[in-house]
């Protein structure tokens, strides 16, 4: 069966309506020649899907009382371990100081305010400033609710339930013709031609048994943009948050995020055995970082110390059930309405897969090596090098989402018109989106559990080129088996399982680029943890890995970090600037 | 972890548009299980052409409600001990929303509402401004912060009678969002506001007869929003009427 296709052209394609999607709406309709058609674009509903609604901690922006955008800039590359493009990160750091006015001036976002009225700045984890504007630990739902409703009140084409399968280019290969998308809701291809298209369908690291994000996130983006030939740079960099819900592999609770606080208030982690374990590993305790935490988790897992579903405890009750329910009240409620008892007992926890600092390589614009794509948020590379700072997430993707909209709207202006696509490419994708239903029908859920099981155990938090290596040949197994399953074409409308499907083969094209690009940094940075390799290298020769799909085969190549603002050990902070200006805890 | 022997019986609503039927399943009962686990394993198991929505699985985005013998709440954090009766579920689109297919509810005439009821900041200041001192204690602010953590779920839009009976009221969340604005010092649409809230879908039409605030799964009052709105447009009112 094959489906009909729609054609339909606007000036503008947004693919995404997170904090980047929607700024790129806002900013492209100012910046604009008037008359421009904008057209957004989303595989769920608008705001609905996407992580940056589910931000809880806050939004990192240097706004004064001693901090800097060279303080700030300095915590993103230290964090990042000399891996970000360093002009990004500035950029990053820079704008998110209009944003966040934007955000609370013109978008209507509220705040949580100091006595004095200014806003309330804390620090996370690695920074040496009080930075992190927050809305309670809400922050995401106040910011994309404000977004959404500016970009629902205005004259933008709204195509939701639309999900994005293939960037079209011009029969030349040169630019960008236009998007082929699933009207999900009729089962239609459609085929948007635009002047531009901005990317941001966000990352979203889902191919792990244990994972954050929400439901809807497949990295479809970077699979298309891997099959379009563009270039994605640090693809080993797979964010582990330490503390997911574990309830068993059946429930949707499990992998869902409890707050970095609970260990920061003084929270305790036990094994199997009741045993406060941390500090086996780290004099920090559970207040160590993010990515030595998981890793020691991990640790206690492989040695078998574990809770019944295999992870081990988060233990809050010791400092007094009320006072966890009041200053933790969100978190005890999600807890409660799931059936564990956060305040007063133990929950089970287990690392989980968080977010994903690889990306398509972009310059400070948000262009990309093709004519008429940009490229911003989670689906860039770049801003966070091997490590993303805790606030530094939601910065990233509304001040890019918006220089991404304001560039978009400045270069439709030379541009003459509408670009036609090459035809085969498109035969192909449709043919590619079509593949399973010529097929015997099979299961796609479990071919998705393996590829889960795979990933976590072989390409997770701790790594060996021998583990990485079976990944690859796993997930190329699990992703052949998948072109031989088929789903049922009866009805194509609002067919999940055709989804699924689709989800899996863009699961399985970029597990692939992950083991392999995990393969090839032969050290151990932020994120990435070598077993092999555990040391961090030369940081002078710091080199970030590039994957391009060439045929049928991706090729995987080491660039030298430029070192275009501070070189490794260095700082630009002024000569006698303290170290840190967070008082001790 | 061990199933537990006793299956449910889940009645889902299977169809589009208005024509439709229940079609039951036996689901495996487990220790922890929400009603979105339960839907996920009828697709994933046994019947792959249902259809549903979700994102965020933790109470977040507001994409997955439906309702649940008889009312509306979040599936990703609704456990089923807490809402099965005999062993039985029924799961239904969301009332008061045209169903796209199965579960699946259409939510655009909920956010067109929103947008009618001018719940939208007015900006009074630009990113180039810096960002205005406000004092979190005062009345006005703590009214605002009352209905801010709204996810635009639709819970308490589907729980509504008046909505029900009243295809044009603008309904409980568009309205509480509308108050919250009003009570913002650094909006400036408080005319706009006031006009759309009290036309003929507007505030008046509520008989306050609690739902919205009884379902709201974040425990936040839209019936007490509502109830200021209607003070405020009768003030405003009789503030247009005296210097007319």
Known sequence: ?585 | MVAEAQNLKVSVWRGTGETGEFETFDVPSRESQTVLDVVSWIQQQADPTLTYRFACRVGMCGSCAMMVNGIPRWTCRTHVKKVSENNTLRIEPLRNMPVIKDLVADMDPFFDKWVSAEALHHPTSTRNDAITPVDATTPERQAADAGIECINCGICYAACDTVAGNPDYLGPAALQRAWTLLNDAKDGGRIAILDAVSGSGGCHNCHSMGSCTRYCPNELDPMSAIAGLKRETFRHALRRKRDA
């Not at chain 1, 674009?41 to 706004?63: D, E, P, S, W």
């Not at chain 1, 010791?318 to 409660?336: D, I, N, S």
């Open chain 1, 1 to 585: 069966m094959r489906p009909e296709i729609d054609t339909h052209d606007t000036d503008i394609l947004i693919l995404g309506t997170g904090g980047a999607g929607l700024f790129a709406a806002l900013h492209a309709q100012k910046a604009a020649p008037e008359g421009t058609k904008i057209t957004i674009a989303v595989k769920g509903l608008i705001g609905k899907c996407g992580c940056t609604r589910m931000v809880q901690g806050g939004y990192n922006v240097a706004l004064g009382g001693g901090d800097t955008v060279e303080r700030h800039f300095m915590d993103t590359i230290r964090g990042g371990k000399w891996l970000p493009d360093q002009d990004m990160a500035w950029r990053l750091c820079e704008t998110a100081v209009t944003r966040i006015q934007e955000l609370e001036n013109e978008i209507g976002c509220f705040f949580d305010r100091n006595p004095d009225g200014s806003l309330h700045q804390k620090a996370f984890a690695g920074q040496t400033a009080d930075r992190t504007v927050h809305k309670g630990d809400l922050t995401g739902i106040e910011i994309i609710s404000r977004l959404m409703e500016q970009v629902l009140a205005r004259p933008v084409e709204k195509l939701q339930e639309h999900r994005a399968i293939g960037l079209i280019p011009t029969r030349d290969g040169r630019a960008l013709a236009g998007v082929l998308m699933i009207d999900m809701r009729t089962g239609r291809f459609r085929f948007v031609r635009a002047k531009t298209v901005l990317m941001a369908t966000g990352g979203g690291p889902t191919m792990y048994k244990y994972h954050t994000p929400s439901g809807d996130k497949t990295m479809d983006g970077l699979a298309m943009a891997l099959r379009a030939g563009l270039p994605l740079r640090d693809m080993e960099m797979v964010q582990f948050h330490p503390t997911g819900l574990l309830a068993g592999d059946h429930t949707r609770m499990t992998g869902t995020v409890l707050e970095e606080g609970l260990r920061g208030a003084g929270g305790h982690l036990l094994n199997g055995a009741g045993h406060r374990f941390m500090f086996d590993y780290d004099p920090k305790g559970e207040r160590a970082t993010r990515d030595v935490v998981s890793r020691c988790i991990y640790d206690e897992m492989r040695r078998g110390n574990t809770s019944p579903n295999g992870g081990v405890y988060i233990s809050m009750g010791h400092l007094g059930p009320e006072f966890v329910a009041e200053k933790f009240k969100g978190m005890v409620k999600r807890c409660a309405d799931c059936g564990f008892d956060l305040a007063g007992g133990r929950v089970e926890v287990v690392p989980t897969a968080h977010y994903f600092m690889g990306g398509v390589v972009v310059d400070v614009d948000t262009r990309t090596a093709l004519e008429g794509l940009y490229v911003a948020g989670e689906d860039a590379g770049g801003a966070h090098g091997s490590n993303r700072l805790g606030g530094n997430g939601v910065a990233n993707s509304t001040v890019y989402g918006g220089i991404a909209g304001d560039v978009m709207g400045a270069d439709i202006r030379s541009m003459p018109g509408l670009r036609d696509p090459d035809p085969d490419v498109l035969e192909a994708e449709i043919a590619r989106a079509c593949r399973p239903f010529g097929k015997t029908i099979g299961a796609v859920h479990p071919l998705r559990h393996k590829l889960q099981e795979t990933m976590w155990d072989n390409a997770g938090v701790m790594r060996t080129a021998d583990k990485l290596t079976k990944a690859m040949g796993q997930v190329a197994d699990i992703g052949a088996e998948l072109m031989e399953t088929g789903v049922a074409s009866d009805s194509l409308a609002f067919n999940l399982t055709w989804h699924d499907w689709l989800n899996m083969a863009s699961l399985c094209d970029v597990s692939k680029v992950i083991a392999q690009a995990a393969l090839a940094r032969e050290n151990s940075r932020g994120a990435h943890y070598r077993e092999d390799f555990p040391e961090e290298g030369d940081l002078e020769t710091s080199y970030f890995t590039v994957a391009r799909q060439e045929g049928d085969s991706v090729a995987v190549t080491r660039e030298p970090v430029k070192f275009t603002i501070v070189r490794p050990g260095g700082t630009i902070l002024p000569e006698g600037e303290p170290e840190t200006l967070v008082a001790a805890q």
